[in-house]
C-alpha cells in the first residue's frame, strides 16, 4: 500500500524549499540569495509596538473568532476605502486570513469540484496550480507572453475550450513579469468571467509595490457579481513572516472559504490582529519611501543585468526585476546555475513560473543596496 495520498504525486515539494538546501551547501563565499520575494525591510514603527502592547495583556493569548475581530474586518474595510475607493461590509465581504497563499488554497477547496478546470497564469504563481490539484480539480494554463504584455489572449483561451472552467487566476501587478493590472484590463477580465461564467479570482499582493495606480479588480461595475479578490500586508507592510492577508468579495463565497477555514484552522493571533490594525493605518508616506528604496535598488539591478547582457523592460510593478537571458544561454535554468555556481549569486529561472518564463530569469529587490553592489563586484 502506497502511505503518501495520490494527490502529492501531483504536486511535489515547493522549489525554494529544495533549492535553499543546496545554496546552504554551496559554502564560501556565501550565496548572495536574489530570488526570494522575502522583504527586508522592517514593517512600520508602530506595528511591533502595537504588537507587544497586545502580547503583554495576559488575556490576549487565547484561541480567536474564525473570523478574527470586527475591530481588523472594520479596519480592513476603511483600508480598502482609502486605497481602493471600494465599499465592503466588514460582516460578510471581508474575511482575514493567514496570507494569500493560504487564501488560494481556501477558496480552491471552498469552490472547485474534482475535474473542474481551473485557469492558470503560464508564467505565474505556483499555489494557483497546487491548490487545484489539492482540490482534484484540472488546472490548465493559460499563457501569457512578452509579445502581449503579458496579458491573456481571450480568444486564444476561449479557442482552447471554457465550458468545464470554474475558475480564473489572475494577478496584477503580474508576479513575475511586473506587468501592471489598470481598469482596462480588469474590465476585460470581469467581461471575459461574466460572459463565460468564470469566477475571476484576483490575487493582489503587490498593489502597493512599485506601482502607483493600487487598483482593486472589485472597482470594476459588476465586479463583486463575479471576482473575489486577496490581498496581504506581506509585501504592503513588509510583514511577510506575520502571515496576515485578506480575502474580499461576494458574500456566499466569503462564507464557503470560512466553512473551508474554520474547519483548518482558528482566527488569527489577537496581537497580530492589532498590529495588523495597526499597519493598515500606516501613512501613505511610509510607502513613498519604500518604493524609493526599492527604486534605487532596482536602478543596481539594472547595472547587473547589463554586465550579465540580460535585457529587461524598464518600469515594472512589484517586488523584482524580470530579464531576458542572453541568447548563449540554452534556457533561464542554465544561466541561473552558471550565475549560482560560478558566482555564488541566486536568480531565480523563469521556467519555476511555467513554460512561457524559459528564457527569462527572475531578480528580487529583497537585497539592501551594499549587497546588490557585492553583486555587481563579484561579477566584475
Ligand atoms: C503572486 C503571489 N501571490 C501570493 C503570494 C503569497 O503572499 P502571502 O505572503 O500573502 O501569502 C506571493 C508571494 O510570494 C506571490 O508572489
Known amino acids: 500500500m502506497r502511505i503518501i495520498a495520490d494527490r502529492l504525486e501531483l504536486v511535489g515539494e515547493y522549489y525554494f524549499s529544495k533549492k535553499l538546501q543546496e545554496i546552504e551547501e554551496l559554502g564560501d563565499p556565501p550565496v548572495i540569495n536574489l530570488g526570494m520575494g522575502n522583504p527586508d525591510i522592517p514593517p512600520p514603527l508602530g506595528v511591533s509596538e502595537?504588537?507587544?502592547?497586545?502580547?503583554?495583556?495576559?488575556?490576549?493569548?487565547?484561541?480567536?473568532?474564525?473570523?478574527?475581530s470586527i475591530e481588523l474586518r472594520k479596519a480592513i474595510a476603511t483600508w480598502y476605502k482609502q486605497n481602493y475607493a471600494i465599499n465592503l461590509i466588514p460582516d460578510s465581504e471581508i474575511l482575514?486570513?493567514?496570507?494569500?497563499?493560504?487564501?488560494?488554497?481556501?477558496?480552491?477547496?471552498?469552490?472547485?469540484?474534482?475535474?473542474?478546470?481551473?485557469?492558470?497564469?503560464?508564467?505565474?504563481?505556483?499555489?494557483?496550480?497546487?491548490?487545484?490539484?489539492?482540490?482534484?480539480?484540472?488546472?490548465?494554463p493559460y499563457d501569457l507572453t512578452e509579445k502581449k504584455g503579458w496579458f491573456p489572449d481571450f480568444d486564444k483561451i476561449v479557442s482552447s475550450g471554457v465550458e468545464n472552467v470554474k475558475m480564473?487566476?489572475?494577478?496584477?501587478?503580474?508576479?513575475?513579469?511586473?506587468?501592471?493590472?489598470?481598469?482596462?484590463?480588469?474590465?476585460?477580465?470581469?467581461?471575459?468571467?461574466?460572459?463565460?461564467?468564470?469566477?475571476?479570482?484576483?490575487?493582489?499582493?503587490?498593489?502597493?509595490?512599485?506601482?502607483?495606480?493600487?487598483?482593486?479588480?472589485?472597482?470594476?461595475?459588476?465586479?463583486?457579481?463575479?471576482?473575489?479578490?486577496?490581498?496581504?500586508?506581506s509585501k504592503s507592510y513588509n510583514m511577510a513572516g506575520w502571515r496576515v492577508g485578506m480575502m474580499v468579495g461576494r458574500s456566499d463565497l466569503i462564507h464557503a472559504a470560512l466553512q473551508v477555514k474554520s474547519n483548518m484552522d482558528s482566527g488569527l493571533f489577537f496581537p497580530i490582529q492589532q498590529a495588523a490594525i495597526e499597519a493598515l493605518k500606516t501613512p501613505t508616506s511610509w510607502i513613498i519611501n519604500l518604493n524609493n528604496t526599492y527604486s534605487k535598488r532596482r536602478k543596481i539591478v539594472y547595472k547587473v543585468l547589463d554586465?550579465?547582457?540580460?535585457?529587461?523592460?524598464?518600469?515594472?510593478?512589484?517586488?523584482?526585476?524580470?530579464?531576458?537571458?542572453?541568447?548563449?544561454?540554452?534556457?533561464?535554468?542554465?544561466?541561473?546555475?552558471?550565475?549560482?555556481?560560478?558566482?555564488?549569486?541566486?536568480?531565480?529561472?523563469?521556467?519555476?513560473?511555467?513554460?512561457?518564463?524559459?528564457?527569462?530569469?527572475?531578480?528580487?529587490?529583497?537585497?539592501?543596496?551594499?549587497?546588490?553592489?557585492?553583486?555587481?563586484?563579484?561579477?566584475a
Open 50 to 68: 502595537a504588537l507587544s502592547v497586545a502580547v503583554n495583556q495576559p488575556m490576549n493569548h487565547g484561541y480567536q473568532p474564525y473570523r478574527s
Open 96 to 140: 482575514p486570513i493567514a496570507g494569500s497563499k493560504e487564501g488560494i488554497t481556501q477558496l480552491s477547496l471552498a469552490l472547485l469540484n474534482p475535474r473542474d478546470e481551473v485557469l492558470v497564469p503560464d508564467p505565474g504563481y505556483l499555489t494557483y496550480t497546487s491548490a487545484a490539484h489539492l482540490a482534484g480539480a484540472v488546472p490548465k
Open 168 to 233: 480564473m487566476w489572475v494577478n496584477y501587478p503580474h508576479m513575475p513579469t511586473g506587468a501592471s493590472g489598470d481598469k482596462n484590463v480588469f474590465q476585460k477580465l470581469i467581461e471575459f468571467g461574466q460572459e463565460h461564467n468564470i469566477l475571476i479570482c484576483h490575487d493582489n499582493p503587490y498593489s502597493f509595490i512599485s506601482d502607483t495606480s493600487k487598483v482593486s479588480i472589485l472597482s470594476i461595475n459588476g465586479a463583486k457579481e463575479t471576482s473575489v479578490e486577496l490581498n496581504s500586508l
Open 307 to 379: 554586465s550579465l547582457g540580460c535585457n529587461y523592460i524598464e518600469h515594472q510593478a512589484g517586488l523584482f526585476v524580470w530579464a531576458k537571458i542572453p541568447v548563449k544561454y540554452k534556457n533561464g535554468d542554465e544561466f541561473s546555475d552558471w550565475l549560482l555556481e560560478k558566482h555564488h549569486i541566486f536568480v531565480t529561472p523563469g521556467s519555476v513560473f511555467g513554460k512561457n518564463g524559459e528564457g527569462y530569469v527572475r531578480v528580487s529587490l529583497c537585497a539592501n543596496q551594499e549587497t546588490l553592489h557585492q553583486v555587481k563586484e563579484r561579477l
